[in-house]
């Protein structure tokens, strides 16, 4: 069993011993759930890859027509 620090953000560092017997990467997410008085860490499954056309259609805009000239803020002499 090994000893961690909460830090004053309640962040722990997972020794590496844990972290690579759950096969846990930099950037994955884990799931903590209590059982009674005890902390349960596991991975948890990565979220579905969402669609291009799924984010197009978040990202759609039904506005006017604005020309390219219109939306420059400065001009670059560069």
């Known amino acids: 069993m090994s ?3 909460i830090s004053a953000k309640g962040q722990i560092v997972l020794p590496i011993a844990v ?3 759950l096969g846990l990467k930099p950037g994955m997410r884990v799931a903590v759930n209590l059982d009674r ?3 349960l860490i596991m991975s948890a ?3 579905k890859a969402v669609s291009l056309q799924a984010l197009q259609s978040l990202l759609k805009y ?3 027509v604005v020309p390219i000239d219109a939306m420059r803020v400065t001009d670059d002499q560069g």
């Open 62 to 64: 039904v506005g006017p």
């Open 19 to 21: 972290r690579k017997a």
């Open 37 to 39: 008085k005890k902390a």
């Open 3 to 5: 000893t961690v620090l």
């Open 45 to 47: 499954p990565a979220k």
